[in-house]
Structures are given as structure tokens and as C-alpha cells.
């Protein structure tokens, strides 16, 4: 099922989960953007803690194929 809403991420936290995706690995990188929208994201007008882990997870790995895998992209 796709993700129907969106949020803006500032580009320096999309940055800092894509260099931990190059260190660790998706798993350490999901463990730690679940503790980032739980801890430090506020919610509003219905949304819910995994629409965000969702869409940051979606921003996160597209960015990382745009800056660090160009050969995948479509």
C-alpha cells in the first residue's frame, strides 16, 4: 500500500539517515528513524507515527539512490 501523505524533511536530517544507511545498513537506519519520529516528531491533523516512519524511510532511500546509486534510477 503506497503512502498517500507526505511531509517535508529537512535536508540535513534526510542527510544524516542516508550516511548512517551507507554505515549500518537499512535495519540500524529503520531502529533509528522509529526513535527519530517517535521522539522528535509532533503529530497533527490525524497523522500517525508510521505515516511519518513511511514517508522518511521513502524520502531516505530515494535520496540515497539519487546521490550514491544514479546507475538505478529509472
Known sequence: ME????????DDTLQYFVDRLDADGWAA?????HNFVHNECDLEDGET???LFTDLCEKVQDKDFK???PFAQI
Request: glycine residues 0%; charged residues 20%.
Open 29 to 33: 537506519v529503520a531502529s533509528l528513524i
Open 49 to 51: 507515527e508510521l505515516d
Open 3 to 10: 503512502n498517500t501523505k507526505t511531509f517535508h524533511w529537512n
Open 67 to 69: 546521490d550514491n546509486h
